[in-house]
């Protein structure tokens, strides 16, 4: 298991809020590959680019995958989280 500073987690949100609020700001392919089934997993009641999406998904922010993480981390949506 992946032990995150609050700090991170905190950023970890701030990127997936950031990811989905304007289609200015488009999400990748790569996170919408990587981060896809973390959103089916924990979030699929809530229309994709919802606030009650992104609250869902910042409120799991400690349990995303790995490759979520890094997905995000990669295209500067949060920073790289110490492992």
Known sequence: MI???SMTALAM?????????????AVSAKVRE??????KR??????PNSTKARQCMRSV?????????D??????????PRR
């Open 13 to 25: 949100a701030a990127g997936l809020a950031m990811m989905a609020t304007t289609p200015a700001h």
């Open 34 to 39: 990587a981060c896809g089934a973390d959103y």
């Open 71 to 80: 997905a995000l981390a990669d295209a500067g949506e949060i920073k790289k």
């Open 61 to 69: 922010g400690k349990r995303l995958s790995v490759g979520c993480i």
């Open 42 to 47: 924990f979030c699929p009641k809530y229309e």
């Open 3 to 5: 032990k995150m500073t």
